[in-house]
């Protein structure tokens, strides 16, 4: 039988605001716990919430970036149920009157797999509200007890909800990624899934393809990494199938996944759910917001991802996995283009490397090469983000400038690379230091390979009886013996017609 | 000195006849006398109130005091008073000491007011009669065997009974008016959103109002001058001028036009009560106003409504009441839902679980349409009652409550005869409109009898001059009740 997986995903995003949602009391991460609780977040009796504007900008802007409609009225709810790290006794959200309405759309790429090629698809979302985080109950450092830390009560958050418009882990791995990509892109939300700024839940049921109803679903919780979420959703995808294979029914239940144990487990079920019994906030007024407010906020938008990533496409030409990858963060891609503006700003000088069409299209794609490639690992490894490159984006494009018009090689690039990330200055100074200019002269070039030949007459004479293959040993040798600062071109060149005889 | 009005005891302090230190002093004393007879305060702290007087000397002498400078006031408990125990005459908060001021506190500070305790009130201001209070039943001064109403029975027997100069109350339903009424002072629940309710412990939110329970309209004036006003610290405060809310007391009445809504003069209302309003009435007319036959066509939805969205408000507001952070937990329970329930359960007495109870049934899924949707379209009905009303008069007058002081235990074990004390109250809160209760005179066993006033929105200048020029013309607030235990 053929299956067919439909997902659905909820995702909690932090909104990066100074204070709290509903008090004054501030949000940083990782203090002592209780300290940055007020007399609100605590709840005490007669205290009252006011609501952080901060907050409301800051969805309305990610309803602009996905070209939802904005709610002008929206309304802040009750959602009433007892648990410890809930201190009200209720979340104060949104329910009927979100302030992010339908009609955004988040476009995603979604990468090929051993089954198939990559692709685009457009995932709906259905609305997104803000609401207040909940505290955190601690139950490791307590023996027979339980700890509450409150740091975290009242933390705006903004539920993004999706339509069931994912196919596979893959897509919704895919999905997850751009929405948080683009939260961070658009300022509203740092992004830090291990301290919890960034969590999905995921809706999943499996159907019989060609089918049109949707089979049952279960809500998996609290997916705070995209391995998580991947092998969460095939967990469950796998349970759901062979349930219903087996003879069974798929209940509609929340799930918990336990990655240690890399399973999905029921928490609770429908009938076990609790009645939230949702109200309209007769403390909090609803939240109006004007057209001016609205299109002020348009009007600050930076370029978006995927506006930024078909212009990488149509102006530098560059290859849409480049584009893509350029713009999963704002960071990367401004950095990008800094390099890039300030090669060309060099002169493009003449074209050397026929297989491109212009010279300004060579300098991206060199430019998108190396920034993707070496100073993206260099990163990784050294665990710094972009704007903490120890070479600057008018250093990079320094080096790239000297590949442009052959300096040196690509290879030797790399070896000044390495230099200038361990501070020992700009490009043409390591150049210049290290002697690492390319040999270009041919007669220097000439000498090499004549010394080569003679000291090789037996690799000469097969290569001469047709073995072709023995071109790249005389390549390997005159290279090295040039200490890889040959002009690659003039020395295949010159090779080629010395070898002829 | 027991009967100066606000006004006199300003002009005592300022004029050196007195010091607040004497005169707190003296209602120290009084309440020391009378209280356990009356059970009208639930924390008196006599440390707290002196040195609170003696700074307010110190403000005097230094020629800064503002008018209530050095006055004593009683708090009802339901206002968080920084290091006073905040009650809100529950079990669950007996151990409650707050750790901030409300805004209406901070107010009567800022004007150098000295606090002289905090007074009874049912629990959670939940109840009509006083008799909810977990600290005990509040006795009425004029007959000790009946109630003084409710919620705020414990500020309104204090002013009757000279304990203090004045009190602050709070009203959802009527709990400032009704009480008023039936120990014969005079009461305000102003305009919804005049008066900041930070630090007032929730009840009701959209109903909720403080005012001022005190025996003039002057004097309730001239605390409105110190409790109202916009406080950013509640989303519903309403951001307005500051007013003066004396500025029209000495206008006279004529041409005033009093709306008589037939509803409030019609079955369940007791003829002695009845009598008192009419003959009230009749002083207005004298004094130049005229009266309009007007009707209020919803009145009779107005406890349903109530008995809705008021409960619906509280099983939600009251859900903090956990025993996890502070108050009452249980001593001894199993698991978290066992702790919940156990200190729930004892924590709260019956009033307030009923309405829990009632809250929590009419938000559940599936009532949720049929009672707090409906609810609120009725809502909505009842307010438009009264802004047509109002285009036909400028203020409306009738009875505060259908009966005098009812006594003690009399309506305890019926709680819908106990909620119909309320039937002309608690529209007004329902609109979000202002009221007023001034004492009329005396029903056939000598018990007082309350007029209610209501007023357009922002009417309270307007009405604390119709009622300050009935009080010139007459003396019923200005009679005290007997009580034993004076010397």
């Known amino acids: 039988m053929q299956w067919e997986v439909v997902i659905g995903l909820e995702t909690h995003a932090q909104l990066n605001t100074v204070t709290k949602i509903f008090s004054g009391a501030a949000t940083a991460y990782g203090a002592e716990p209780n300290t940055q609780a007020c007399a609100v977040d605590l709840a005490l009796p007669g205290v009252l919430p006011v609501f952080n504007r901060a907050a409301a900008e800051k969805a309305v802007r990610f309803g602009l970036a996905v070209g939802a409609r904005i709610n002008r009225k929206s309304v802040f709810e009750r959602k009433n149920y007892f648990y410890p790290d809930l201190p009200k006794g209720y979340q104060t959200t949104q329910l009927e009157l979100p302030i992010v309405a339908e009609g955004g759309t988040l476009r995603i790429q979604v990468p090929s797999t051993g089954s198939g090629q990559a692709y685009e698809k457009d995932i709906r979302i259905t609305r997104a509200h803000m609401e207040e985080d909940a505290g955190k109950s601690l139950h490791e450092d307590f023996h027979g007890m339980t700890g509450i830390d409150l740091n975290r009560a009242g933390t705006p958050l903004v539920e993004i909800v999706t339509e069931p418009d994912m196919r596979s882990s893959t897509e919704a791995v895919a999905y997850a990624k751009m929405l948080h990509s683009l939260v961070r892109w658009i300022g509203i939300c740092d992004g830090n899934m291990q301290e919890g700024s960034f969590r999905c839940d995921a809706n999943v049921s499996v159907r019989i393809k060609g089918t049109d109803t949707l089979g049952t679903r279960c809500e998996i919780k609290n997916l705070n990494s995209f391995k998580f979420l991947e092998k969460a959703i095939e967990y469950e995808v796998r349970r759901q199938i062979e349930l219903i294979e087996?003879?069974?029914?798929?209940?509609?239940?929340?799930?918990l996944y336990d990655p240690d144990r890399d399973e999905t487990r029921s928490m609770r079920s429908k009938e076990e759910a609790n009645d939230y019994r949702y109200f309209p906030d007769p403390d909090l007024l609803p939240l109006v917001v004007s057209d001016a407010y609205i299109e002020e906020i348009r009007s600050a938008l930076p370029e978006l991802p995927q506006a930024k990533r078909e212009r990488f496409i149509n102006e530098y030409s560059l290859p849409p996995y480049d584009a893509g990858v350029l713009t999963s963060a704002r960071e990367l891609a401004d950095y990008f283009e800094a390099t890039l503006r300030s090669l060309l700003s060099k002169g493009v000088g003449i074209l050397t490397t026929p297989e491109y069409p212009s010279a300004e299209i060579f300098a991206a794609k060199i430019t998108a090469n190396w920034v993707i490639n070496d100073l993206s690992s260099a990163l990784n490894n050294a665990s710094l983000e972009i704007v903490d490159s120890p070479i600057s984006s008018a250093q990079l494009a320094?080096?790239?400038?000297?590949?442009?018009?052959?300096?040196?090689?690509?290879?030797?690039?790399?070896?000044?690379?390495?230099?200038?990330?361990?501070?020992?200055?700009?490009?043409?100074?390591?150049?210049?230091?290290?002697?690492?200019?390319?040999?270009?002269?041919?007669?220097?070039?000439?000498?090499?390979?004549?010394?080569?030949?003679?000291?090789?007459?037996?690799?000469?004479?097969?290569?001469?009886?047709?073995?072709?293959?023995?071109?790249?040993?005389?390549?390997?040798?005159?290279?090295?013996?040039?200490?890889?600062?040959?002009?690659?071109?003039?020395?295949?060149?010159?090779?080629?017609?010395?070898?002829?005889? | 000195m027991l009967n100066a009005s606000l006004?006199?005891?300003?002009?005592?302090?300022?004029?050196?006849?007195?010091?607040?230190?004497?005169?707190?002093?003296?209602?120290?004393?009084?309440?020391?006398?009378?209280?356990?007879?009356l059970n009208a305060f639930i924390t008196v702290d006599a440390e707290k109130s002196l040195a609170q007087a003696r700074a307010a000397d110190e403000r005097i002498a230094a020629?800064?005091?503002?008018?209530?400078?050095?006055?004593?006031?009683?708090?009802?408990?339901?206002?968080?008073?920084?290091?006073?125990?905040?009650?809100?005459?529950?079990?669950?908060?007996?151990?409650?000491?707050?750790?901030?001021?409300?805004?209406?506190?901070?107010?009567?500070?800022r004007a150098g007011a000295v606090?002289?305790?905090?007074?009874n009130m049912d629990e959670f201001a939940m109840g009509s009669s006083n008799e909810t209070s977990f600290f005990g039943k509040v006795k009425n001064p004029w007959d000790v065997s009946r109630v003084p109403g409710g919620s705020s029975g414990g500020s309104a027997a204090a002013v009757a009974a000279r304990l203090c100069p004045a009190a602050t109350g709070t009203d959802t339903g009527g709990s400032i008016r009704q009480p008023a009424a039936l120990v014969g002072i005079t009461g305000l629940k102003p305009t919804y959103g005049t008066v900041s309710r930070y630090g007032m412990i929730a009840f009701a939110s959209s109903l909720d109002q403080a005012g001022p329970m005190a025996r003039s309209a002057e004097d309730c004036a001239l605390m409105m001058n110190v409790m109202a006003g916009f406080d950013s610290r509640d989303s519903t405060s309403l951001e307005r001028e500051k007013e003066d809310y004396t500025r029209d007391l000495n206008q006279p009445l004529k041409g005033l036009r009093i709306g008589l809504p037939k509803e409030y003069f019609a079955e369940g209302?007791?003829?002695?009560?009845?009598?008192?309003?009419?003959?009230?009435?009749?002083?207005?007319?004298?004094?130049?106003?005229e009266t309009v036959d007007i009707s209020l066509p919803n009145t009779r939805l107005s406890?349903?409504?109530?008995?809705?969205?008021?409960?619906?408000?509280?099983?939600?507001?009251?859900?903090?009441?956990?025993?996890?952070?502070?108050?009452?937990?249980?001593?001894?329970?199993?698991?978290?839902t066992d702790m919940y329930q156990k200190s729930r359960a004892q924590g709260f007495g019956p009033e307030v679980k009923r309405r829990i109870m009632i809250g929590t049934y009419v938000l559940s899924a599936g009532y949720y349409d049929a009672y707090y949707i409906q609810a609120q379209k009725l809502r909505r009905l009842i307010a438009q009652d009264f802004e047509t009303a109002f285009k036909q008069c400028d203020v409306i007058m009738g009875p505060t409550a259908p009966t005098t002081a009812f006594k003690l235990g009399e309506k305890s074990d019926d709680p819908v005869s106990m909620y119909l004390s309320d039937i002309y109250t608690i529209a007004v809160n329902l609109a979000g409109l202002p009221g007023m209760s001034v004492p009329c005179g005396f029903g056939d066993n000598g018990l007082p009898v309350g007029l209610q006033i209501v007023g357009n929105y922002f009417a309270e200048a307007k009405m604390l001059n119709v009622a300050h020029q009935y009080q010139l013309a007459t003396d019923w607030h200005q009679r005290m009740p007997l009580l034993h235990g004076e010397g």
């Open chain 1, 246 to 255: 087996d003879g069974g029914r798929v209940v509609q239940e929340t799930r």
């Open chain 1, 398 to 501: 320094g080096l790239l400038k000297r590949i442009q018009d052959s300096t040196i090689s690509g290879k030797i690039a790399k070896e000044v690379f390495a230099a200038m990330w361990n501070g020992e200055g700009e490009a043409d100074a390591v150049i210049e230091a290290k002697g690492l200019k390319q040999v270009s002269d041919s007669g220097a070039i000439e000498k090499i390979i004549d010394e080569i030949i003679a000291a090789n007459p037996g690799q000469l004479a097969e290569y001469r009886s047709g073995k072709d293959k023995l071109f790249g040993f005389f390549v390997g040798q005159a290279m090295k013996a040039s200490k890889g600062k040959a002009n690659p071109a003039q020395l295949n060149e010159i090779l080629k017609q010395k070898l002829a005889g």
């Open chain 2, 7 to 37: 006004k006199e005891l300003s002009a005592l302090l300022a004029g050196k006849k007195i010091s607040s230190f004497e005169l707190t002093q003296t209602f120290l004393k009084r309440i020391n006398e009378l209280n356990p007879a």
């Open chain 2, 63 to 109: 020629g800064q005091a503002d008018l209530l400078t050095g006055i004593p006031f009683a708090q009802k408990d339901i206002f968080c008073a920084q290091d006073w125990l905040s009650t809100c005459g529950s079990k669950m908060l007996a151990n409650f000491s707050a750790p901030y001021d409300a805004h209406v506190i901070e107010q009567f500070n």
């Open chain 2, 115 to 119: 606090n002289l305790g905090k007074t």
């Open chain 2, 269 to 289: 209302l007791a003829a002695d009560v009845a009598k008192a309003v009419e003959a009230a009435l009749s002083e207005y007319r004298k004094l130049g106003a």
């Open chain 2, 303 to 336: 406890i349903p409504v109530y008995y809705v969205l008021a409960p619906a408000e509280a099983s939600s507001n009251l859900a903090r009441y956990d025993g996890v952070r502070y108050g009452y937990r249980a001593p001894e329970y199993g698991d978290l």
